[in-house]
């Protein structure tokens, strides 16, 4: 059964650093890699998808890897501004589009 | 449309009636899916909808949930003889072509917030 685990549950930082989220899958044989974003109360707002063949993606300030041997992938945001508050979460997509969640990186950026 | 609509956002019922949830996915998009965020929990996946295959309910938590989709298009959950532990908000979610080895993206709804009190 996948399991898809986030590190840290929750960051916080100043407005300009630059920082990493980590998610980790136990099993390798996905077929994609999906991040979001999450406001309060609000739906998913889909961020990156890594296909399995690639290694990354970039959007703007962020960049998503891919490691499936390690079962790992990261989300980078560069220069963090207070808008980039929002819970993030990244799934596994493990064929026929169950994607399995982790639980999520609390994220927030200070002014 | 331009994005996934569920409609009601909010839905406060009393233990024990039924209710409907509705979404409207994202236009030419076969595939449809619903999950679950409990307070506190992570996404739960629910029922998966593709063309005109048999939809795939192995989410579904007991048999007071049922969910069907119009036409290929607009899906209903509904949620039978409600009970507290269904407080969730229930998120729709489509993409343009689904099954194994297809690599699409998934776009999400606004989500509705069932609460049984």
């Known amino acids: 059964k996948q399991e898809v685990t986030q590190i840290p549950a929750a960051l916080s930082v100043p407005e300009g650093e630059n920082l990493v989220l980590n998610c980790s899958f136990t099993?390798?044989?996905?077929?994609?890699l999906q991040w979001f974003r999450q406001d309060p109360g609000k739906g998913l707002t889909s961020l990156l998808l890594?296909?399995?063949?690639?290694r990354e993606q970039t959007s703007g300030r962020l960049n998503a890897s891919l490691d499936k041997s390690s079962g790992r992938s990261t989300l980078y945001i560069a220069a963090s501004q207070p808008g980039d508050s929002a819970t993030y979460l990244c799934?596994?997509?493990?064929?026929?589009?169950?994607?399995?969640f982790g639980t999520g990186t609390r994220l927030l950026v200070s002014p | 449309g331009a994005g996934v609509s569920q409609s009601p956002s909010n839905k406060v019922t009393e233990k024990g009636k039924d209710v409907e949830l509705r979404c409207d996915p994202i236009?030419?998009?076969?595939?449809l899916y619903w999950y679950r965020q409990s307070l506190g929990q992570g996404l739960e996946f629910l029922i998966y909808?593709?063309?005109?295959?048999?939809?795939?309910k192995s989410g579904l938590p007991s048999d007071r949930f049922s969910a069907e989709r119009t036409g290929g298009s607009v899906s209903t959950l509904t949620i039978q003889r409600t009970q507290q532990e269904d407080s969730a908000v229930y998120l729709c979610?489509?993409?343009?072509?689904?099954?194994?080895?297809?690599?699409?993206?998934?776009?999400f709804g606004q989500g509705t917030r069932l609460t049984v009190v």
């Open positions: 979610a489509s993409s343009r072509f689904g099954g194994p080895n297809m690599n699409t993206e998934a776009f």
């Open positions: 099993d390798s044989a996905i077929y994609n």
């Open positions: 890594i296909q399995s063949s690639q």
């Open positions: 799934a596994a997509n493990t064929g026929f589009q169950k994607l399995v």
């Open positions: 236009s030419g998009h076969t595939a």
């Open positions: 909808f593709q063309g005109n295959s048999a939809p795939d």
